[in-house]
């Protein structure tokens, strides 16, 4: 059973060139994450939707583009590669579980590598 | 700022205990978590803290939250080679957006 899954695993590109990272999840999750983590494993949100909404937008480049077409996906689509993208990005998903508590859950990663 | 501290290493024998610490930077922050990953895969939650709680166990796992001081850890009984891997503490914000601010990783090597 995937929970957060995320395609590609991983992704060689050239600089210049525009790439999509798609991610699915199927937990019935309201609100979805993207986050890079980069090759000193600091993990950094960049932004979040609920409900197909835009709610955090951290200070990433406007060559970063979410897109959720529906509360269980959330797509990454980059342009203009640059080397400084190299990074592994990771979906995740949350929402507030029968305890009360909130609780996220992580795609297994897409490492991008621009050269 | 909005930076969560954790030490970078740990290094622990097999069957040893091991206590991960970190400080959290908001204190209306109502839940902290733990996670885990291990080399090329996600992070796997491991654990979470309610702000109104002192520790919670869970089997190996013991979270101790000291809300004064910002001071949040994880100690793991019997540390096994399994364990090895990053851990990172988190905390989710009360306010604004909401969002998950992730500390900066401790590397935990367990030796045979």
């Known amino acids: ?50 409900n197909k ?29 640059e080397l400084g993208d190299s990074a592994v990005y990771f979906c995740a998903s949350s929402h507030q579980g029968t305890s009360g508590y909130y609780e996220q859950y992580f795609g297994p990663g897409t490492r991008l590598t621009v050269t | 700022g909005e930076d969560v501290e954790q030490s970078l290493f740990l290094s622990v024998r097999e069957g040893d205990s091991s206590v991960i610490n970190c400080t959290y930077t908001d204190s209306s922050s109502t839940y902290l978590y733990w996670y885990k990953q291990e ?7 491991l654990t979470y803290i309610f702000s109104n709680m002192d520790m919670k166990q869970d089997q190996r796992l013991t979270v101790l939250l000291n809300k004064k001081d910002k001071h949040l850890s994880l100690r793991i009984a019997d540390t096994q080679t399994g364990d090895s891997a990053i851990y990172f503490c988190a905390e989710r914000r009360s306010s604004g957006t909401y969002k998950y601010i992730f500390g900066t990783g401790t590397r935990l090597k367990v030796l045979a």
């Open chain 1, 53 to 81: 909404e835009l709610i955090i937008n951290e200070t990433v480049p406007n060559r970063f583009s979410p897109k959720s077409p529906d509360k269980a996906h959330l797509n990454l689509h980059i342009n203009s590669l």
């Open chain 2, 39 to 45: 080399p090329g895969a996600g992070l796997q939650l």
């Open chain 1, 1 to 50: 059973d995937t929970a957060v899954s995320q395609t590609p695993k991983y992704l060689v590109t050239q600089m210049g060139n525009d790439k999509s990272i798609k991610c699915e999840q199927n937990l019935g999750h309201d609100t979805m994450y993207w986050y890079k983590q980069d090759s000193k494993k600091f993990l950094k949100i960049m932004f979040s939707y609920n």
